[in-house]
């Protein structure tokens, strides 16, 4: 089992900056890719990142270049920085983490970006 936490999330101006964070517990090792999603309002669930175990990553193009996603295998604990941040990336951002084929998924934190 692996339970992932998410926090970070906030208000913030277009053009402004925050850094969300993941902190995962329990079977730790099994982890391999951990990933953010994000869901608008009245939309679906959408992948934005991911980070293998190796640390390569890959981006949704529409956040390519303005975000980056990282992760700390020694606290467990994935990141999104994300700068630029428009008003089209307001929505509850969701960190989720591959373990053994299956899929775990935290709470999720708000991020809304003001025009």
């Known amino acids: 089992q692996v339970r992932l936490v998410e926090s970070g999330g906030g208000l913030v101006q277009t053009g402004g900056s925050l850094r969300l964070s993941c902190a995962a517990s329990?079977?730790?090792?099994?982890?391999?890719?951990m990933a953010w999603y994000r869901q608008a309002p009245g939309k679906q669930r959408e992948w934005v990142a991911g980070?293998?175990?190796?640390?390569?990553?890959n981006y949704a193009d529409s956040v390519k270049g303005r975000f980056t996603i990282s992760r700390d295998n020694t606290k467990a604990t994935a990141y999104l920085q994300m700068n630029s941040l428009k008003p089209e990336d307001t929505a509850v951002y969701y960190c989720?983490?591959?373990?053994?084929?299956?899929?775990?998924w935290g709470q999720g934190t708000q991020v809304t970006v003001s025009s």
């Open positions: 989720n983490a591959n373990a053994k084929l299956r899929n775990y």
């Open positions: 329990g079977n730790i090792p099994s982890i391999n890719v």
């Open positions: 980070i293998t175990s190796a640390e390569n990553t």
